[in-house]
C-alpha cells in the first residue's frame, strides 16, 4: 500500500480522570501520528475545549467520543461547536432517527465553515462493545440478534450520509461488505496477544484480526496507556504497529466471506429501511 503509515490506523484512548496524566503520555508520543480519542470522562474533568487545545497545540488529532444524542437542533448545535474546535472525527448515536442524523453533519459543515476550518468525519456508533445478546433483551430489543441490531443502525447511518460508523470487531466484516471501502469504521474491543486479559469489554479481538476484516481505524486504549510491567506505552504502540503493518496486505480479506454468511439478514434489514423512507 503505498505511503501507508500503520500508526495513522490507531486511535489511542486517553480515558483518564485528569488532564495532566493524558497530556503526559501525548508528550512521550508526539511525533508519532495516531489520533486520540477525548471522551466524557476527560471533557468532564478537564472541559472539551481546554484539553482539546492542549493535545492539538502538541500536533495531536482528536477523535471526540461524546457520542451525541438528542433532538436534531440539539444534536446539530452540538455537532456545529465540535466542528469549531477544530477535531478531525466525533460520532453520534445512530438509533437517532435519520433527520437527527443529518443535521449533526449539518451542524459539522457549518461549524467547520465558521471557522474555516475542514469538516470532521460524523461516525455513529452503533452498539457498545460492553452489551451483548442479554443486554439487547433487557433492554426490550427481544426480536433482534446483535448483529441484526448492529446491520440495522448502520444502513440507518448509510441513509443518513454519515462518514462511517463504531462497531466491534465480530460486526465489523458484515459491516465493511455493507458500507463499502470508503465507509470509515472505527472498531474499539482491540486487545493484542501480549496485553492483559480483557476488561468489561465483550465483544474483542487483537489488532492483527481487525485489520483482516476491514478496520478502518481501531480504538486501543489500555494495552498503550498501561501495558504490561516492562514495554513503556511508545513500546507497546510499535508493537500495535508493526502487528498492523503485517496485517494490511489482507485488509479486508474476511468481510466478503464472512458477509455471505448473512445476506438475508442485510437484504430484510434494507427492506425494513425502505419502508422507513417511504413511510
Known sequence: ???????????????YQDGESALKLVRQLRDIPVKYKVGMELCTAVGAPQIIEAIQNMGGRIFLDLKFKDIGNT?????????GLGVDMFNVHASMKVPSQQAAMQGAKEGAEEEGLPIPKVIGVTL???????DLTALGIK???????????GLLTKEAGL?????????LPVMRYILGDDATIVTPGIRP??????????????PAAAIRMGGSELVIGRPITKPPQGITPAEALDMIAE?????????????????????????QAKLDIERYRNR
Open 163 to 171: 462518514d462511517g460508523i463504531v462497531c466491534s470487531p465480530l460486526e
Open 243 to 267: 502487528e498492523i503493518n503485517d496485517a494490511m496486505p489482507d485488509w479486508g480479506k474476511n468481510a466478503l466471506s464472512e458477509a455471505e454468511k448473512y445476506k438475508m439478514g442485510v437484504l
Open 193 to 206: 496477544a501480549w496485553a492483559a486479559a480483557p476488561d468489561e469489554q465483550k465483544r474483542i479481538t487483537t
Open 1 to 15: 500500500m503505498t505511503n501507508f503509515n500503520p500508526y495513522e490506523k490507531i486511535i489511542i484512548a486517553l480515558d
Open 128 to 134: 457498545l462493545t460492553d452489551h451483548d445478546q442479554g
Open 75 to 83: 444534536v446539530k448545535g452540538a455537532a456545529r461547536s465540535a466542528a
Open 143 to 153: 426480536k433482534s440478534k446483535v448483529i441484526d441490531y448492529v446491520v440495522r443502525l
